[in-house]
């Protein structure tokens, strides 16, 4: 599933669908890859897909600005992710933004994955991630990962190489290597 909500650079509320991520979504969709989830303002996300002429048929909206679906939202996060440490108000108000509620949603295992990063920085991104989802068991070094194709390149995974934690963990200790290279090596 293929989650993404991104501003327009417009006066539009924020949550509106970015065109480059519709184009993708609708491309990744028509190759059988995902079903597109888009989280935001449903009536936005349309108006925003019917503008860059892109079909949203086949793809879901879950429309984060309603009160009833926050709730129910925050209900089932707390219910399921006690060890968030999250109350069903403090998820509530999380969740007015589109990606927080979007983690939420894969937390509790109703997306794959979410798309945030074009108009989001990856601060951004990784507190919404490590407040929703939490860190995988045994770690506890927040890193990243990047996953390069390329062509010319032959490993023991093809033409796909990563570099570990480009961005995130600055002048790691020993301990956070291990726990990068762990992550690393899970991804």
């Known amino acids: ?16 669908t970015e065109e480059k991520i519709l184009k993708a979504a609708r491309a990744a969709q028509d190759t059988g890859a995902i079903i597109p989830v888009y989280v935001g303002a449903e009536a936005d996300v349309r108006a925003a897909a019917e503008s ?8 879901e909206i879950i429309d984060n600005t309603s009160d009833e679906a926050k709730a129910a939202l925050a209900a089932k996060f707390v219910a399921a992710r006690p060890d968030a440490g999250l109350s069903e108000k403090a998820v509530i108000r999380k969740s007015k933004d589109p990606m927080y509620f979007a983690y939420a949603l894969q937390a509790l295992h109703e997306l794959d994955s979410v798309f945030a990063g074009l108009v989001h920085t990856t601060g951004e991104v990784i507190l919404a991630a490590s407040t ?16 390069v194709d390329a062509p010319y390149y032959t490993g023991s995974e093809g033409n796909l190489f ?8 600055v002048d790691p200790s020993p301990e956070e290597h291990a726990d990068i290279a762990i992550s690393a090596c899970e991804t």
């Open 1 to 16: 599933f293929l989650t993404q909500w991104l501003d327009l650079g417009m006066k539009l509320p924020k949550g509106v």
């Open 52 to 59: 860059f002429g892109v079909s949203l048929e086949g793809a």
């Open 132 to 147: 929703m989802l939490g860190l995988a068991p045994g770690i506890t070094t927040v890193s990243s990962i990047g996953i």
């Open 162 to 169: 990563a570099f570990g934690d480009a961005a995130v963990c």
